[in-house]
């Protein structure tokens, strides 16, 4: 009990040596990873770059003692730190002490919402997100996070919550660009791409081996860092319009409480929710993926559980919203980590940072961080999945489309928010229209199939219908019209069977429609009878009134139901193949 | 073509003398019924009684050329009228020409929503008001209507659109309470309740034929109406505090036309869409039963050119929102009406009323109005339906609970809205811990059923599940959390079969989850294979990269997978039941 709870408990029995080993070596990695990216985070959600610190030290440490996968990486992410700034910017000036409480208050209200999901195990909850609409969102946050970084690559100013405000601002702003910014922005792009592609091949010709090739091709955001804050502090480039991160304060993050006040979390409260499904999603996926290559077991309501602690452990030490990130849990399970305790080493790598660090950082350029921001989102840019959904469902599509459009032309709360309407919405208009077909008896067997696709053997006075999905409100209406329409146009049909081996359950409306489809089939003396109607179907019917009304009879096959309504069609049906 | 948006090309075809007369007796019936009524509900819905007139006029004629149903008796109706109430008295003050107006907008918005709707077949939008939720709906309108009009009967002043509001107020002015109104209007109700119950067996008792006494006891209200205005003008009580309906305006129905101010269409839009579904769906359900009883066929999208039709027709004579009402359509039909001549003969019935005989209607207390209100809305109350739903289903019970208890509590929008979002709530719930089972080979034979039910063999090597629901969005991650757990905890694992033969669908969603599942299976050395995957679901998944990608094999049948992936298995199973 106990350990389900505390997975610490779990994973700590066998600790030993070499486990230990491996930690530390994966949390060097991931600590190289983490302070540029932590920085950069926190300047796209607009904050103090050393909140991105606070948010990579303490939520670590919570998430290693909750958490239950044993290589998630927690702390700042691109997607909710962009959440984050559109949620805030509406209540508070950017730079201002209110800016940055109401960015700790939403992730206390985030970690407490996340906690609640958990124990109350209302992680389904995250089903509302449709994949299309995640991959919608996710393609158009990415979109919209590059946008918002152009401006410190050209160093000039600029703002907007979605993509047409944000280019609107930009070319407004244009005049004035800092050509020596544009300059390094565009090195330092340049150097992570080629860090990326071109570091790995290099490193293997010098004889380095394949694997720690690949790991040092992922510290390719802190050489930029060292280079350009070297450079800019060498020729003086903060004097010559360079935007640079500037004084950090040094030291512990500072314990804070953050603010409960009813009226601000009464309106952060809907964002918060959106904020803690989208990281629980991009989390979970991770995480899951990472276990099963070691056939572990993970807990979605634990995992909430981890999370919300973590959201929780951030807003008490100045931080601001996380979850698991993608990038640096790859490298944390490719880097050998094993349990949680690699992310407790991370958070003692990056506290040491926040400690002795930050007057390093005085000549880092934004542009850095920006360019930082623009690679690591546009590497995870995926395009292919429009063209895969378009192949694989129109409907889909539609789900995808309509979330990349509202997202970049309204914003990333109204996007996702739409993209979970619509993609409701078409599931229930697909279902309202549900796939049916009339059968008939193939000859020389006791099978029913469509009329349309097989030669099969009809009798104008049964009328078979086979609906292949559940009866429920959403279709209830087109069943009645369905049947009322075969019957109104055709005087012979004096049996209906509805044929029911998809239907996996029937609901009140359903329930209603077919005992109104009873009943006015009785009055053109047509009798309703229903076939291979499944277990629990039967067993939910036989609570209603419905079976003593039906017209008709319960047929356990379909072959049963015509032999019985009219046994010579079914018998010459039978005999036909064998003179054939 | 013509015929389909023009109904009255087909049946004024064979029109002759005796379907004329059938016609004609039909719509005196309705006519006798409708003018009181439509007076009522006109005091309903906050409007002068004149516009209940105007509002069974022309609406009438316009449905008679476009409308569907052969015996539909369109015009005012209780919970329309509610409706209407609720969402003008939001916006102008009761009794003001500007009340008047808004509620001739409404009308007109209604009709053009419903035209289109018809127009562009979307119809299918009133699915989305699953059958609890519009029983629950009426159950809670029925007695908000019923308590609206208490205040008439106790000669009191009252306001609020809710249930509470309404109790509150009622009781604050108890104190001014008027016993000669009190007297008027309980004896009313009383004469009502006989008309109905008592009337019929003395009429059959005294020699009348049973059918037109049955007709007869319809006209309880004219009884009614001409009783009390007669003791009132007898008794001068309109001087003795009873509330009179007072100078009606005679003649032919105002042709006006309805503000096209965008501002408030803007404003009404929603409720309109609101009060246009709710309308059809209450009228479809009465013209499709009663055109089973004649074997006719009613297209829905006709049925909402024809409301469509009525509203606006009701806008541009100074009427109010109509749709077709259960009990006047009842008569109509059981009286004798043959075609929706009855409903242009009952439209000059109302006509010649509002000509006439509105002079006589001066002395006409509100009290009586008032119980023709409660009595007819009282009688449709079927509070079985809650006890119905319960026992068929706790969910749907819910549904309906919350949409009583919300309408109740917040009035009829915020009611209805809510009930429509707790039934897709509930209704995705449910499909997002869809019916599963682990299924084994039944001995002897080559069936395989859930282990927990029946004695079957299992493979510790083969994990088979059976989902019996589509896979979509809100069981996706069900799928995958069921497999993974399943995997992690049993290590004998090497094969999951996922047996497909409930499964009508995938959707994209479920789509990357199984190529996941599939991916992730594979870090454990775990083969996913598929069987019994029906024709639609193969030709959709042949469109994706994922049958590419499957680890295992897609078989036709379970037992073709169980046999391929471990013939000795298979094969012992099949020889089983012959060595017992």
Chains 1, 2 share one sequence.
């Not at 044993?70 to 209540?91: D, F, H, K, N, Y």
């Not at 790995?200 to 394949?210: A, C, N, R, S, T």
């Not at 070297?230 to 319009?241: F, H, I, P, R, S």
Request: charged share 15%; hydrophobic share 50%; glycine share 8%.
């Amino acid at each position: 009990m106990l350990k389900r709870y505390f997975p610490i408990l779990e994973w700590s029995k066998g600790y030993d040596r070499a486990t230990l080993t491996d930690d530390l070596v994966a949390a060097v990695i991931v600590t190289i990873m983490l302070i540029p990216q932590s920085l950069a985070y926190a300047l796209l959600a607009g904050l103090p770059p050393e909140m991105g610190l606070y948010a990579a030290i303490l939520p670590l440490l919570a998430y290693a003692l909750f958490g239950n996968s044993r290589t998630l990486a927690v702390g700042p992410v691109a997607v909710v730190s962009l959440m984050t700034a559109a949620v805030v910017g509406e209540m508070a000036l950017q730079g201002t002490a209110e800016y940055a409480a109401m960015a700790i208050a939403l992730a206390m209200i985030s970690g407490v919402i996340l906690l609640v999901m958990g124990l109350f195990r209302l992680g389904f909850l995250a089903n509302f997100l449709s994949h299309p609409v995640i991959s919608g969102f996710m393609i158009a946050a990415t979109l919209i996070i590059a946008t918002s970084q152009v401006k410190h690559i050209f160093g000039i100013s600029a703002s907007g919550s979605n993509l047409i405000a944000l280019v609107g601002s930009l070319a407004e702003n244009m005049a004035s660009i800092n050509l020596i910014t544009l300059t390094l922005g565009v090195a330092a792009i340049g150097l992570l791409y080629w860090a990326r592609r071109g570091m790995k091949p290099i490193l293997v010709q010098f004889g380095v081996d394949e694997k720690l090739a690949g790991i040092l091709s992922k510290t390719g955001p802190i050489l930029v860092v060292v280079l350009t804050t070297a450079v800019t502090w060498a020729l003086n480039l903060a004097d010559k319009g360079v935007s640079v991160v500037g004084a950090l304060p040094s030291g512990f993050p500072p314990f804070a409480t953050p603010t409960f006040d009813i009226e601000i979390w009464g309106q952060l409260f809907g964002s918060a929710v959106l904020i803690s499904i989208v990281g629980f999603v991009e989390s979970i996926s991770v995480a899951q993926t990472l276990a099963a290559k070691r056939r572990q077991r993970i807990s979605p309501d634990q995992e909430l559980v981890g999370l919300g602690a973590a959201n929780i452990a951030a807003a008490f030490s100045g931080g601001y919203p996380v979850t698991g990130g993608l990038s640096r849990s790859m490298v944390n399970f490719d880097s050998g980590a094993k349990t949680p305790a690699a992310g407790a080493f991370t958070a003692i790598g990056v506290l040491t940072a926040a400690i002795f660090l930050t007057p390093l950082l005085y000549f880092l350029p934004k542009a850095t961080l920006a360019a930082i921001i623009i690679v690591a989102v546009v590497s995870l840019l995926n395009l292919g999945t429009l063209k895969q959904t378009w192949q694989y469902s129109r409907t889909d599509f539609a789900a995808m489309a309509a979330t990349i459009i509202l997202t970049l032309a309204f914003g990333v709360e109204l996007g996702i928010m739409a993209g979970v309407g619509v993609s409701i919405f078409l599931h229930l208009y697909r279902t309202s229209r549900p796939h049916s077909a009339i059968v008939g008896q193939v000859p020389g067997t006791e099978h029913f199939r469509n009329v349309n696709r097989h030669e099969v053997i009809v009798t104008p006075e049964i009328f078979t219908i086979r609906i292949d999905e559940s009866l429920y409100f959403p279709n209830a209406r087109f069943l009645e019209d369905t049947i009322y329409d075969a019957v109104a146009s055709n005087n012979q049909i004096e049996h209906v069977v509805l044929m029911c081996s998809a239907v996996n359950f029937i609901d009140a409306s359903a329930l209603e429609s077919l005992e109104a489809i009873n009943e006015r089939l009785g009055h053109s003396d047509v009798m309703l009878h229903l076939s291979e109607v499944k277990g629990p179907v039967m067993d939910r019917l036989k609570r209603s009134h419905f079976l003593e009304h039906l017209s008709g009879r319960v047929y356990l096959t379909q072959f049963d139901a015509v032999h019985t309504i009219n046994p010579h069609v079914a018998n010459r049906a039978m005999e036909m193949s064998r003179v054939e």
